[in-house]
């Protein structure tokens, strides 16, 4: 992806929000140091010159102002580390969880275009080198232009030839950066995008390290991290390499620009039409002049860091927003009615759905059948809204009302997925997921109906912690935390999703019962190979796998 220069200063200034205070304040202090620079540099050439009799004044005042001066670059200084502390970790949070919040209130398509270690990489090491331009590099912009344009005025008021001649190298410098620019910022793409898949093999290797282990392939993992470390380490080297001749080239025209000046400056203290304090001060402007843009070598590669990473956080906030409008409520349950929808993922790719039409009235209970691959998640994931038909009509309705199946009808849905869904934290941390106000008799109450009423005779109760993914707990513990969590959520329909394939026959019969009794008029859609379930259901649906073409 490459977007327009317009475009990206768009979005920046859009994503700015919130951190303006801390680059305002940064950019004053910036100039007001700048400023005191040029003082002392007045300064110092008075102090000079009084000394050698050149001009009338006290040398104690002259010394006492040099000495004013540098304790207010001091003080300066104070204050931009306070800002930095003060402020800085706010700014870096504050992008952060914009970022987060469109991430998670984003559409989902249920095949990811990237890795979720791609996307932590953005999240973490794009929106630090971001927050870092917008609050840092910005205004050292903004006070390296004040230094340049304030010195060359300043030197060509004391001698304009010189001035002109010392900015000379400014079009080789523009035409160099133009060059520079285009070549790094394809360097650092590749760089950005080898960290990612360095950290995505780091993440699924920890995070599947016991199968790993059992596949005895943990070997596998590390010589491909290797393998990947060193692709990095080569883009970083080629980075290096043209940074440093860049470099290289640029030091010799700065070089070349200080000893013109010194020359230009002994010629003339020799013909007498300058005095020391000038040559002094000739020098320091040079400086000032010549500051700018050594500065703009190290802010180039931090500029174009910053336009990968906003072009790589642009892709994130690409995906559209779900619609988050009034929520739409059904009151005395609901039934689901699917007609003639089919479903995709992909264009071109197999149909998982085609021409597919059921219905589940209000109070029923269904058991949905069928061989991998017939669609039978795919079938809940369009009921939850995660997925939007390829073509056909999702409705939900109840004696009163029938509405299109959307985010906003999301919330009469109760859900229990397949598998360990548990975060890290105490049994109450993933409980309080369910229902933020569920009381202690609430949460007591769903663990009964989940038949997990182990958790109670627990030492810590419900503030037992559990790991990450649940550890500490078995499968079948687990799960049955998941599906109380899910009870403490009110709601017209009850979704289960494999929810009782880690349990035993009995407590699962029993959990079934539970449910069954739990809550006149919801309507039950189960996900299930068991045939404990069956005999508990008004109804059942068999899904067969779409032949591809």
């Given at each position: 992806?490459?977007?327009?220069?317009?475009?990206?200063?768009?979005?920046?200034?859009?994503?700015?929000?919130?951190?303006?205070?801390?680059?305002?304040?940064?950019?004053?202090?910036?100039?007001?140091?700048?400023?005191?620079?040029?003082?002392?540099?007045?300064?110092?050439?008075?102090?000079?010159?009084?000394?050698?009799?050149?001009?009338?004044?006290s040398l104690r005042i002259a010394a006492y102002t040099l000495a004013g001066?540098?304790?207010?670059?001091?003080?300066?200084?104070?204050?931009?580390?306070?800002?930095?502390?003060?402020?800085?970790?706010?700014?870096?949070?504050?992008?952060?969880?914009?970022?987060?919040?469109?991430?998670?209130?984003?559409?989902?398509?249920?095949?990811?275009?990237?890795?979720?270690?791609?996307?932590?990489?953005?999240?973490?090491?794009?929106?630090?080198?971001?927050?870092?331009?917008?609050?840092?590099?910005?205004?050292?912009?903004?006070?390296?232009?004040?230094?340049?344009?304030?010195?060359?005025?300043?030197?060509?008021?004391?001698?304009?030839?010189?001035?002109?001649?010392?900015?000379?190298?400014?079009?080789?410098?523009?035409?160099?950066?133009?060059?520079?620019?285009?070549?790094?910022?394809?360097?650092?793409?590749?760089?950005?995008?080898?960290?990612?898949?360095?950290?995505?093999?780091?993440?699924?290797?920890?995070?599947?390290?016991?199968?790993?282990?059992?596949?005895?392939?943990?070997?596998?993992?590390?010589?491909?991290?290797?393998?990947?470390?060193?692709?990095?380490?080569?883009?970083?080297?080629?980075?290096?390499?043209?940074?440093?001749?860049?470099?290289?080239?640029?030091?010799?025209?700065?070089?070349?620009?200080?000893?013109?000046?010194?020359?230009?400056?002994?010629?003339?203290?020799?013909?007498?039409?300058?005095?020391?304090?000038?040559?002094?001060?000739?020098?320091?402007?040079?400086?000032?002049?010549?500051?700018?843009?050594?500065?703009?070598?190290?802010?180039?590669?931090?500029?174009?860091?910053?336009?990968?990473?906003?072009?790589?956080?642009?892709?994130?906030?690409?995906?559209?927003?779900?619609?988050?409008?009034?929520?739409?409520?059904?009151?005395?349950?609901?039934?689901?009615?699917?007609?003639?929808?089919?479903?995709?993922?992909?264009?071109?790719?197999?149909?998982?759905?085609?021409?597919?039409?059921?219905?589940?009235?209000?109070?029923?209970?269904?058991?949905?059948?069928?061989?991998?691959?017939?669609?039978?998640?795919?079938?809940?994931?369009?009921?939850?809204?995660?997925?939007?038909?390829?073509?056909?009509?999702?409705?939900?309705?109840?004696?009163?009302?029938?509405?299109?199946?959307?985010?906003?009808?999301?919330?009469?849905?109760?859900?229990?997925?397949?598998?360990?869904?548990?975060?890290?934290?105490?049994?109450?941390?993933?409980?309080?997921?369910?229902?933020?106000?569920?009381?202690?008799?609430?949460?007591?109450?769903?663990?009964?109906?989940?038949?997990?009423?182990?958790?109670?005779?627990?030492?810590?109760?419900?503030?037992?912690?559990?790991?990450?993914?649940?550890?500490?707990?078995?499968?079948?513990?687990?799960?049955?935390?998941?599906?109380?969590?899910?009870?403490?959520?009110?709601?017209?329909?009850?979704?289960?999703?494999?929810?009782?394939?880690?349990?035993?026959?009995?407590?699962?019969?029993?959990?079934?019962?539970?449910?069954?009794?739990?809550?006149?008029?919801?309507?039950?859609?189960?996900?299930?190979?068991?045939?404990?379930?069956?005999?508990?259901?008004?109804?059942?649906?068999?899904?067969?796998?779409?032949?591809?073409?």
């Amino acid at each position: 992806m490459t977007t327009s220069i317009r475009d990206l200063a768009s979005w920046l200034w859009r994503s700015s929000r919130g951190l303006r205070l801390q680059a305002m304040l940064n950019a004053f202090i910036g100039i007001l140091s700048v400023t005191l620079d040029f003082a002392f540099i007045y300064a110092t050439k008075w102090t000079i010159d009084i000394a050698t009799n050149r001009a009338e004044g006290s040398l104690r005042i002259a010394a006492y102002t040099l000495a004013g001066i540098m304790i207010s670059k001091i003080m300066l200084g104070f204050a931009r580390k306070w800002v930095g502390a003060l402020l800085g970790v706010r700014s870096l949070n504050i992008l952060q969880k914009r970022l987060f919040a469109h991430l998670l209130q984003s559409e989902w398509n249920g095949q990811e275009d990237r890795h979720s270690g791609d996307t932590l990489n953005r999240i973490e090491q794009d929106v630090r080198d971001l927050t870092s331009c917008i609050t840092e590099t910005v205004p050292a912009l903004l006070e390296v232009s004040y230094r340049f344009i304030g010195a060359f005025l300043y030197l060509f008021h004391m001698d304009g030839r010189l001035a002109c001649l010392i900015v000379c190298i400014v079009p080789c410098f523009l035409i160099l950066s133009k060059v520079y620019v285009r070549k790094m910022r394809a360097i650092t793409r590749d760089i950005r995008s080898t960290e990612s898949r360095v950290q995505s093999i780091l993440q699924e290797s920890i995070q599947h390290r016991a199968i790993l282990k059992t596949l005895e392939r943990t070997r596998t993992m590390i010589e491909k991290l290797a393998q990947t470390q060193s692709e990095l380490r080569k883009h970083v080297r080629h980075r290096a390499l043209f940074s440093s001749s860049s470099s290289t080239l640029l030091s010799i025209g700065f070089a070349s620009g200080y000893l013109l000046t010194f020359l230009w400056g002994v010629n003339s203290l020799q013909a007498g039409t300058i005095t020391y304090g000038m040559m002094i001060s000739f020098i320091q402007l040079v400086g000032q002049i010549q500051g700018p843009f050594r500065d703009m070598t190290r802010f180039i590669p931090v500029l174009i860091n910053t336009l990968t990473a906003s072009e790589r956080l642009m892709e994130l906030e690409d995906v559209p927003l779900e619609d988050d409008t009034d929520p739409i409520t059904f009151e005395g349950g609901a039934g689901v009615r699917l007609t003639d929808v089919s479903f995709h993922y992909r264009e071109g790719s197999r149909p998982i759905l085609s021409h597919f039409s059921c219905d589940f009235p209000k109070g029923s209970t269904t058991a949905i059948l069928g061989e991998t691959g017939a669609g039978k998640t795919t079938l809940i994931r369009l009921i939850l809204a995660l997925l939007k038909p390829s073509e056909g009509q999702l409705e939900m309705y109840d004696e009163s009302q029938t509405v299109k199946v959307s985010p906003r009808t999301r919330c009469n849905l109760v859900y229990v997925p397949q598998g360990n869904t548990l975060f890290s934290g105490t049994i109450r941390d993933n409980l309080l997921l369910g229902n933020p106000d569920a009381t202690e008799d609430d949460m007591r109450e769903a663990l009964e109906t989940a038949c997990a009423g182990f958790v109670l005779k627990r030492p810590d109760g419900l503030d037992t912690i559990c790991g990450e993914l649940g550890a500490g707990l078995s499968e079948g513990q687990a799960q049955r935390i998941a599906i109380a969590r899910a009870l403490l959520r009110k709601g017209s329909v009850l979704l289960l999703d494999e929810a009782t394939s880690a349990l035993d026959m009995q407590t699962e019969q029993q959990l079934l019962k539970n449910l069954a009794s739990r809550e006149a008029g919801q309507t039950i859609i189960c996900v299930t190979h068991r045939p404990a379930v069956i005999s508990y259901c008004t109804q059942v649906i068999e899904m067969k796998r779409v032949l591809e073409k």
